[in-house]
């Protein structure tokens, strides 16, 4: 690779063009196509399988990895979300039958397959995490090739915004955003991105009622020294978080199922931003050189019957929308 004298990124490849800002080297391409008998050298064909140009990171080992992590994250939340509903119904018996032997250990016993349960997701959301990180950063390093300079935020909130408390509601918003703007064509919709963040946030503002609501009973209880003159009370607001809390863990996992829809759809934008360029694909057999060829404009030029050049389907990322 070698820088491109167009926009100066490092990103041109053996076929001349450059995947940064899709300008073509006509040297260099002219210097590695053989000619054919007419003179005019033809453009090599673009690459069709999934592959680094120039500085886009397009491996798919990462995006594999990350899809199974978050499956078995969902698998893990819809485990959560069965013991969540076993608590609430042993709570229940108790708020009908009283507390005896019976309904105590079929509570204790809820609440151990509930601790089982949270740490399977810890362990695996944990992974997912992690993954996570990694692959967003790398998106946020393609999408800089393809719209340099145009973010709100720099590559390095791509993996911490999600770490750092209070920006992390709206920076990694911010700045898959920015990755969608640079990577999918104008217009493009981002429903399922918009669907994705809002049920996520849902499903957070849940586990934070929910945990508020436990901790405030598990006071109380603490408070009266189990003397048990508030007992209903408190166990009836233990079954209440424990039902907010199995309808976040079901918000959750249908995130985790959407994430895995995101991850597909903005890794195949990227695939095909790469491939395509700022200006859109070239077809193979269009000759560099010829009469009223420019670069970017559609093979030929006006004097073989093209009168305007196609539009970049893409924009200029981010401040172009």
């Keep these: 690779m070698y820088p491109c004298g167009h926009c100066r990124a490092a990103a041109v490849g053996p076929d001349g063009r450059c995947a940064a800002c899709g300008a073509y080297q006509q040297q260099a391409a002219m210097a590695s196509a053989p000619a054919p008998a007419y003179g005019y050298p ?51 018996d108790v708020l009908d039958n009283g507390v005896t032997s019976t309904t105590q250990e079929d509570l204790e016993d809820a609440d151990a397959t509930a601790t089982i349960a949270s740490l399977l997701y810890v362990l695996s959301l944990a992974a997912s995490a992690t993954l996570w990180a990694i692959w967003f950063r790398r998106a946020r390093i393609n999408a800089e090739f393809f719209a340099p300079g145009s973010h709100r935020l720099g590559i390095g909130w791509a993996a911490g915004a999600w770490f750092t408390p209070v920006v992390n509601f ?97 890794s195949r934008l990227q695939e095909q931003r790469a491939m395509s360029g700022a200006g859109g694909p070239v077809p193979s057999g269009v000759p560099y050189g010829a009469p009223g060829y420019v670069p970017g404009q559609q093979p030929g030029g006006p004097a073989a019957g093209w009168p305007h050049p196609p539009q970049n389907p893409y924009g200029s990322g981010p401040a172009g929308y």
């Design 170 to 266: 709206w920076f990694p918003k911010q700045i898959v955003n920015d990755i969608y703007k640079a990577s999918a064509p104008q217009g493009a919709s981002k429903g399922l991105l918009n669907s994705w963040w809002t049920v996520w946030l849902a499903s957070g503002v849940c586990g934070v009622l929910s945990s508020a609501m436990s901790f405030g009973a598990s006071a109380r209880i603490a408070a009266k020294g189990y003397d048990g003159s508030t007992w209903r009370e408190d166990a009836e607001a233990l079954k209440n978080s424990a039902t907010l809390s199995g309808l976040g863990t079901l918000l959750m996992a249908v995130a985790g199922v959407l994430a895995i829809l995101v991850v597909r759809q903005l």
């Design 42 to 92: 033809y453009a090599p064909a673009m690459p069709q399988a999934p592959m680094p140009v120039g500085g886009v990171d397009l491996r798919r080992g990462m995006r594999i990895a990350l899809m199974t992590a978050l499956g078995v994250s969902v698998a893990a939340l819809l485990f959560v979300f069965w013991t969540d509903t076993q608590t609430r119904m042993a709570l229940q």
